[in-house]
């Protein structure tokens, strides 16, 4: 659908982009939405899989929780081009805060399923109180340098999930291989000293995996290294009149091939279960095919006993940590289409907004949701006028659901290129963070470390903790000079 109407799309597009920029918010036509929702809904398909392999439970959940969380956001924005949705970021923090692995060995999917949404549940109700309270304009002062090397930090968590199954045809196969090797013994040391140390796994994963090449799987790792340089690089290949996004479906669909033609024995999306055809939704005489799960059900999840340590007071700072960490990057999409585009905004609607999408997200047993920055700028590229066209996108992920079983034999060495393809760059040169100076420098290497090694809510308040140590002394210094 959405390649017929290239013509339609690039007229559109480069119109709204100079509207854009000299009148701030584009005037609103609903044919440009429908388009732009259109292409948004598949070209994003891959990431939802992909988003939900990272949290730690089946790719098809990705696609079935998807819509109604940005169902929800959509109604409640005020930003004509921003987009929510599960993120890599917030992926790598709920699987992460929750013990994602360690909990699904002892409990099984089906439990961690619930946990994740009476999780993304407690992140909703934090959002909306910190907005009441007047957190959002708080939130855009953060430091920069704690800032900068957070990303970085949970930037290499999301390159260390994505890489078992990419390198190896199950991703076990490399979690195994370290635990008998040099690097599980490392593992085991840093969590004795410190337990909330769940990153130093994925880091030993990490430089496992490269410095033993001769461990990788042939098929999986020639998979996962030709469409993660597809989809890098294969977009100054491709047509000009190709809309944004369609090197991921590309790369995706020719792994699908591949995997139905060969024989692909390695990991797969695997069956993706539909719905009944008397269950769903009835709102009056529309039916909306989405399972929502028992909400009185998820509050009475233990999962304050479960990962919290009892204490639901460690429960909801935690939460509420997690709502600051990803209204940040709320704050930086919508800063960046002020500056950018004259679009103005207001931080405690859309803090509400992420709170809303948030308890959508539980309802339906998705991860936690954010603001996406590649999502938000595709909407924009591709003529969008206002928040129609996510509300487009949800309603295609809710209605073409039956369809998506096209998916199940997808390798998921591709999906984890998708993945990587977002965050390797940066990984292996952190410009940003090598540009800081002085102090910044060391709190924003500071931060990435912390983050990388522990995990993002303890990285992130420690470069806090860093930073405002730093800050005084440094003032403390200064008056000396003066006096």
């Not at 930037?155 to 635990?179: D, R």
């Not at 001769?214 to 597809?230: E, G, M, N, R, Y």
């Not at 047509?239 to 692909?264: D, H, I, N, W």
């Amino acid at each position: 659908f959405f390649f017929s109407f290239h013509h339609t799309f690039n007229s559109s597009s480069s119109r709204s982009n100079k509207e854009a920029e000299s009148m701030g918010a584009p005037s609103f036509e609903p044919l440009r939405d429908i388009i732009s929702g259109a292409i948004m809904a598949a070209t994003s398909v891959p990431q939802l899989i992909a988003y939900a392999e990272t949290v730690g439970y089946a790719g098809y959940r990705g696609l079935s929780t998807a819509g109604p969380p940005l169902l929800a956001w959509g109604v409640a924005t005020g930003s004509p081009w921003m987009n929510a949705g599960v993120t890599s970021l917030t992926a790598v923090m709920a699987k992460t805060d929750l013990g994602g692995e360690a909990y699904v060995a002892q409990y099984g999917e089906e439990e961690y399923v619930e946990l994740v949404a009476a999780y993304s549940l407690y992140v909703g109700v934090a959002s909306i109180v910190m907005a009441l309270i007047g957190f959002g304009k708080l939130a855009q002062k953060a430091p920069t340098a704690v800032k900068t090397g957070f990303k970085w930090g949970c930037e290499l968590g999301v390159l260390s999930s994505a890489l078992p199954n990419g390198l190896y045809a199950f991703g076990s196969t490399l979690k195994a291989n370290v635990a008998t090797s040099v690097f599980g013994d490392v593992v085991k040391t840093v969590k004795g000293v410190v337990p909330g140390a769940t990153g130093v796994s994925g880091v030993c994963n990490i430089l496992y995996a490269v410095t033993n090449p001769q461990t990788w799987d042939v098929v999986a790792a020639l998979l996962f290294i030709s469409c993660t340089l597809f989809v890098m690089k294969g977009k100054a290949y491709l047509p000009k009149s190709l809309p944004p996004g369609s090197e991921v479906v590309l790369a995706t669909a020719a792994a699908t091939v591949f995997s139905v033609f060969y024989g692909y024995e390695g990991g797969v999306v695997g069956e993706i279960p539909t719905l009944d055809s008397d269950a769903g939704l009835s709102i009056g005489p529309i039916k909306i095919p989405i399972e929502v799960m028992d909400i009185k059900g998820l509050l009475n999840v233990p999962i304050a006993e479960r990962c919290f340590g009892g204490s639901m007071v460690k429960l909801f700072i935690t939460a509420a940590i997690f709502s600051a960490i990803n209204f940040l990057s709320i704050v930086g999409i919508a800063s960046g289409f002020e500056s950018d585009n004259n679009v103005s905004w207001s931080a405690p609607r859309e803090l509400i907004a992420q709170g809303v999408s948030n308890i959508a997200a539980g309802a339906v047993g998705s991860a936690p949701v954010s603001g996406s920055m590649s999502r938000s700028l595709v909407s924009r590229m591709t003529g969008a006028t206002s928040k129609l066209a996510c509300i487009i996108t949800a309603l295609l992920w809710i209605y073409m659901m039956p369809y998506m079983s096209v998916m199940s034999p997808t390798p998921k060495a591709a999906l984890s290129a998708v993945i990587v393809s977002a965050v390797v760059k940066n990984v292996v040169m952190p410009k940003k963070l090598l540009a800081l100076k002085g102090t910044d420098f060391i709190v924003g290497v500071g931060t990435a470390a912390t983050t990388a090694i522990t995990s993002p809510t303890l990285g992130f308040g420690a470069g806090m903790v860093m930073y405002i140590v730093i800050s005084v002394v440094a003032g403390k210094d200064s008056k000396k000079k003066v006096a």
